[in-house]
Every structure is written in C-alpha cells, then in structure tokens.
C-alpha cells in the first residue's frame, strides 16, 4: 500500500510540474500579437510576413497585427521589441542585417541579437543582389568591377543604410579590389528602385525578393547574387564566388521573441511556424520569394545559427577593416 501512495505521490508532483508550462502555452495568446518588422509596408519581407502571419493567426485564434518600424537599418524594430515586455505579445520578425550584421559591425550596440533576444524561427535564407540600371555597361560582378576601377570616384550606390548588408559587401569589394565609389544609404529598397527608375542613382545592392520582378521585367539588371547558392527564383542569376569574386554570405529572415519569455510560449510559436513553413503551398510561395526553404530547426539549433553567422560577419568586418565613420 505505501508503495503504492508513493508511485501515485510521485505521478503527481511530476505532473504538478508539467502543469505550470501547459497553462502557459493554453493561456497564450488571449489577445493579438503585434508583429514588429524593419521594412516598411509594400516591401518583399512585409509581404512574406504577411502571407505567413495570415495563417499563424488562424492556427492562434487571434489577430497579428504587423507594426512596420523602418530606419536605422534595423535597429528602430530590434529596439521597439527589446523594451517590450516577455509575455509573447511583442514578436520581431528580422534579417541578417538588422541582427548579426548590425552587432558585427557595431559590437557596442545597446541591443543585441543574442544579449535581448531568444530565436525562435529561421524563414528562408539567400544572398542579396547587385543591381543596375538596364543600360549600365556592365553584364557581370567582375565587368563592373572593371568599370568602377576605370572611373574612379564617378560613381555613386545605393544601399538601404549605413551597416546594411549591402553597405557591408560594397566596403568589402572596395577593400578587396581597390574600388573608389560612393555610399548613398537610403531608408528603404522601395525607396532605392524609385530613384533607379528615375535615373538619379544607377548601382545599388537590394534584397532578393522585391527585386525578383524589377529583374525579370527588364526595370532593373541584376549582376550577381551574394549567397552561397543561387537564388530558387532567378537559378540563372550567378552568384559572386561562381563569377571569382571572393564573397559569399547568406542571409534571411528570422522570428525573434525578447529574452525571458515563456519557453511554452516559444515553443507553440515556433510550432505555429513551422507548421506554415512545411505547408507545400507555403514552399512554393518562399521558392517565388527567391528564398531557399530553411532546415526546420528547433529554437535552440536556430540559435546557434545566429552565433555562427554573428561570428562569419564579425571576420569579415574585421578581415577588410571595414568601419561605420
């Protein structure tokens, strides 16, 4: 009989502590989500996120509600969220460059990736695109290269900020081939092929969703591609290292909750995630926005992602002394 009551007893102190975390994941959300994304409405990570969130929230039974907070490549959004309170309310949805590339770049940022935040899903991954206006007499990386170097100090590019990929990978190629043009960051992509259109800037780096139209149209001439493999969407776009440029580097896109919330809270938003991720209807939509479909990694393996990619940022600043004056 003692023997028994102790079994029965022992039952139910480890349910007792399984209880507080199935409370947690049961009682979240009871109200909407709120969504924070650095791109501004329109842009190609707001429509992905869109289309993401439309069936997250049907999965959580209640709204998410995007908060679109451009500027500063990035860090206006990481800040928004970082001061949030860690109840699962407040989400971040971020690139590279508004995480690892800022912090590796910017080591003293009051907001770190993994300092302020805990990774809870990874969307997609790619390089970015070198694009030009369609009558710029370049056809590849390495003819551009040779236009640059043959006029020096005539030519101005576009990026979406100071410390933004583009920016980075620009610094890199004018360390590594000795290249004399100008920085003009911008605030948003959409803002950048607004002013390509009009002919007031001729060069810039993008991202490789809200280009993939502008290029197949004929608006923009894409160059290259900085990944590590060519982007699902555009297969016949080369990337640098296939042209022997020496740069390669992913990018993507990533679900961020701040630090210290629930882990039951974390789980059942990654849960809901992946769930649209692995959808075939969903593939083929990352696949149109040229993004390669992410191994479907738990948070903490995400995680670890983050720190690796932090740390290939980090060697690449540090090999081509690359600065934010």
């Keep these: 009989m003692r023997s028994r009551r102790s079994i029965l007893l022992a039952a139910a102190v480890g349910f007792a502590g399984l209880t507080p975390a199935l409370h947690a994941e049961e009682a979240w ?33 209640q709204p998410v509600v995007i908060d679109n907070r451009p500027g500063a490549n990035g860090q206006l959004a990481t800040v928004e969220v970082a001061k949030a309170p860690a109840d699962g309310y407040t989400v971040l949805f971020a690139s590279a460059a508004g995480t690892v590339v800022n912090q590796a770049l910017q ?23 070198l694009v030009v206006s369609p009558d710029f007499p370049a056809g590849s990386v390495k003819e551009f290269i040779a236009y640059v170097k043959a006029n020096p100090g005539k030519l101005n590019y576009a990026s979406w900020g100071v410390g933004s990929t583009g920016h980075l990978v620009m610094e890199s190629l004018k360390k590594q081939y000795g ?3 100008r ?5 948003s992509v959409p803002q950048i092929y607004q ?16 280009s993939i139209p502008l290029i197949k149209n004929g608006k923009l001439k894409a160059l290259g591609n900085t990944g590590t493999e060519r982007g699902p969407a555009l297969p016949d776009l080369a990337t640098f290292t296939e042209q022997g440029v020496q740069f ?9 909750v701040p630090k210290g919330t629930p882990d039951a809270v974390v789980s059942r938003l990654h ?10 209807a969903m593939k083929e939509r990352l696949l149109q926005f040229n993004l390669a479909n992410p191994p479907l990694k738990s948070p903490e393996e995400f995680g670890k992602t983050v720190a690796a ?6 060697s690449i600043v540090k090999a081509n002394d690359i600065r934010i004056e």
């Design 195 to 210: 002013d390509m259109g009009g002919g007031i800037i001729n060069v810039a780096f993008v991202d490789a969703t809200s």
């Design 107 to 129: 080591p003293n940022l009051a907001v770190s990736v993994l300092g302020k935040f805990t990774p809870v899903a990874q969307v997609g991954a790619g390089g970015i695109h």
């Design 183 to 187: 920085h003009v960051p911008y605030k």
């Design 179 to 181: 290249l004399d043009i």
């Design 271 to 280: 849960r809901e995630f992946l769930k649209v991720m692995v959808d075939p």
């Design 309 to 314: 990619d932090l740390q290939l940022w980090q």
């Design 248 to 256: 390669a580097a992913d990018g993507g896109y990533g679900v961020f």
């Design 29 to 61: 959300p009871q109200r909407p989500i709120r969504m924070v994304i650095a791109s501004p409405g329109g842009s190609g990570p707001d429509v992905l996120l869109r289309v993401m969130t439309d069936r997250v929230s049907v999965a959580l039974k």
